[in-house]
């Protein structure tokens, strides 16, 4: 049981040690281990999110992107400082957490799959965020 928890625990240690030194964009497991690194509980959701046509509204635009997941929990946002974490997109068929970003770190995540665009490109934009954060670090 210990060795298949190293693994994450490993990811979990090095993303806290690197959180505020490099730019980070955390999808998928990425989020999960970005939130857990960060200090957030993760939960089981009830339904797990599969397939290429989950809808995900972009709280900052109200937006909602056709998003591709394979995922069976989320990060509980209840458990994390609003003052440093933010909630940046939410799943419309649950309500669940979909993404988040650090308000201080230049770092965000996606519960998603973008590098997958099932819709027309939905969330390409997300990659040049990440490039922007790159650029001015």
């Given at each position: ?17 690197l ?11 990425g ?5 857990l ?6 939960h ?6 599969r ?13 909602v992107?056709i998003?591709?997941q394979n ?5 509980d ?8 974490v ?7 068929n649950?309500?669940?957490?979909e993404?988040m ?7 965000f995540?996606?519960?998603y799959h ?17 490039i922007?954060?790159i650029?001015?670090?």
């Amino acid at each position: 049981d210990v060795y298949k928890r190293q693994p994450v625990t490993t990811a979990v240690a090095t993303i806290r040690e690197l959180l505020g030194s490099k730019p980070m964009f955390g999808i998928c497991l990425g989020m999960q281990l970005m939130g857990l690194a960060m200090g957030a509980k993760t939960h089981k959701i009830k339904f797990g999110h599969r397939g290429g046509n989950q809808p995900v509204k972009n709280l900052a635009t109200n937006k909602v992107e056709i998003t591709s997941q394979n995922h069976g929990f989320c990060v509980d946002m209840s458990t994390l400082d609003p003052d440093q974490v933010e909630l940046t997109h939410i799943n419309l068929n649950d309500g669940s957490c979909e993404g988040m970003r650090h308000r201080v770190h230049p770092a965000f995540s996606v519960q998603y799959h973008p590098e997958h665009a099932p819709g027309p490109h939905d969330a390409e934009y997300l990659f040049d965020r990440f490039i922007e954060l790159i650029k001015s670090s």
